[in-house]
């Protein structure tokens, strides 16, 4: 594992965690420029000959999560008070406190694996807290209401693509990958924000398995720290919120899944992952073009078009039946209501004083103020050309993709005319997997499973091999 890779990724998991908890936002551009310099670091280039390891040593990998756990257990007692008492520290909450620290240090002395197990109970036990004392409804996030209602009316015959009353009017904005990802709880009459506890799974799978294939687990611990990154990640306490409140976890799952196959050479698997993610979430625009570049770089042009070509079915054959069913309700929602600038983005722009996206971090702020906020998308456009560009000439390495992506990601989102804070964790999810890719002293071989090996070329800088 790269050094660099590990500590610029926990520098942007603590700025967004500090930046996005509980909606109290401040300084939005200088945290933006903030994360810029860290993206800049992301991008700098690397060598075989840049040092491994994560330089921290294995006291230290536990004191993240450590700090992440008592920070969430501050959040529930500040902002989740039990009912029947006016404050918000217990005794079982006092207790929780105390034995989930005291058993995060003792994991960490048994192994750091262990570390990524002891976060798990001990943040799956915040978010029962969670759930136990915040409702499903409107007035605590129209997401997951959006999402019941959704498989109300598809569970009935009806198009779940229309507009809902929360009471202000909205329509499902989500692809159907998303929404259907609830589908399970909704059946078994449980808490809907159960599917996002196993999509952090999802998630842990995704690292815990490409770590363990680029380091040859478990006669190796080179995977650990991203294991011990992941706990610190499943314990903040903004992502405990984005689990509770919203449907990001989703995208996140399906970014590591797909990122991970296609980063360990699975070329179908990936294609077929790919387009669940593409029929799940339109951020896959961003993602996309690293993964065709990628591809690119490894296979002959031929096999490339298979692979694009199957990613394109899987996603047709997901989305088409919910797009003929209620077209142009379906583009309303999906499409129109982020993307069309002048319709909700700029109502939630003038509704909300002071207005909404000048103090969240980003840089669309200062251009909305200046009305200048159409150019927002042409310059998103041009850093993800830009990185993708730079990502070609540096020779398309799988140890770069995640890095590369990310920064990408990060530039795009700093530029998005609708602004949340969730909004920026794809960058960890992505991050989180290019360090897993790292976790060897080597890149992984060429796995050319469908077009027959090119010959054998001279490493530079604008090759692969």
């Avoid at 230290?60 to 959040?75: E, G, H, K, N």
């Avoid at 179908?268 to 961003?286: D, E, I, R």
């Avoid at 509704?351 to 927002?376: A, H, K, Q």
């Avoid at 602004?419 to 999810?429: D, G, K, M």
Wanted: aromatic fraction near 12%; charge should be neutral; charged fraction near 10%.
């Amino acid at each position: 594992m790269r050094s660099r890779p590990f500590w610029v990724w926990a520098a942007t998991a603590f700025v967004l965690d500090i930046a996005g908890a509980q909606h109290v936002y401040t300084l939005p551009t200088v945290i933006a420029a903030l994360l810029t310099g860290l993206a800049l670091l992301w991008l700098m280039p690397t060598s075989d000959a840049e040092p491994h390891g994560s330089g921290a040593s294995q006291g230290l990998l536990a004191l993240l999560p450590v700090a992440a756990f008592a920070a969430a257990m501050i959040d529930v007692a500040t902002f989740v008070p039990p009912i029947e008492e006016a404050g918000g520290w217990t005794a079982e909450r006092l207790w929780l406190l105390a034995g989930g620290i005291v058993a995060l240090l003792l994991a960490a002395q048994i192994k750091v694996g262990w570390v990524a197990l002891t976060a798990f109970v001990l943040g799956t036990s915040i978010r029962v807290i969670h759930m136990e004392h915040i409702a499903i409804i409107p007035e605590n996030g129209d997401m997951l209401p959006l999402v019941g209602g959704a498989l109300d009316n598809f569970l009935a015959g009806r198009s779940p693509y229309r507009m809902y009353q929360m009471p202000w009017d909205v329509p499902l904005t989500y692809l159907p990958v998303t929404w259907l990802a609830y589908l399970p709880t909704y059946l078994l009459g449980v808490d809907l924000r159960w599917t996002n506890v196993v999509a952090e799974l999802v998630v842990l799978g995704a690292v815990a398995w490409l770590a363990a294939e680029r380091s040859a687990w478990p006669t190796t611990s080179r995977h650990e720290p991203t294991l011990a990154l992941w706990a610190w990640l499943y314990l903040q306490p903004s992502v405990i919120h984005w689990d509770m409140g919203n449907t990001a976890p989703i995208t996140w799952a399906l970014l590591a899944v797909t990122l991970a196959l296609v980063v360990s050479g699975r070329g179908p698997k990936a294609a077929v992952a790919l387009g669940l993610t593409a029929a799940g979430t339109p951020l896959v625009a961003v993602f996309g073009p690293f993964v065709g570049l990628f591809w690119l770089r490894r296979h002959e042009p031929k096999a490339v078009l298979k692979l694009i070509g199957l990613s394109i079915l899987v996603a047709v054959l997901v989305v088409l039946p919910f797009l003929v069913w209620a077209p142009q309700e379906f583009v309303d929602g999906t499409y129109r209501w982020f993307n069309d600038i002048s319709k909700w983005p700029r109502q939630k722009w003038t509704e909300t004083d002071p207005p909404i996206w000048s103090v969240i971090t980003g840089y669309s702020g200062e251009f909305w103020l200046r009305g200048t906020e159409t150019w927002l998308k042409p310059i998103q456009a041009l850093i993800v050309a830009t990185i993708a560009l730079i990502f070609w000439l540096r020779g398309a390495r799988d140890d770069a993709l995640c890095s590369h992506a990310a920064t990408a990601y990060l530039g795009f989102m700093l530029f998005n005319p609708v602004l949340w804070p969730y909004l920026y964790n794809p960058v960890l999810i992505a991050g989180i997997i290019g360090v897993a890719a790292t976790a060897g002293p080597q890149a992984l071989p060429v796995r050319r499973t469908i077009a027959r090996p090119k010959p054998i070329r001279p490493r530079s800088s604008l090759t692969y091999d």
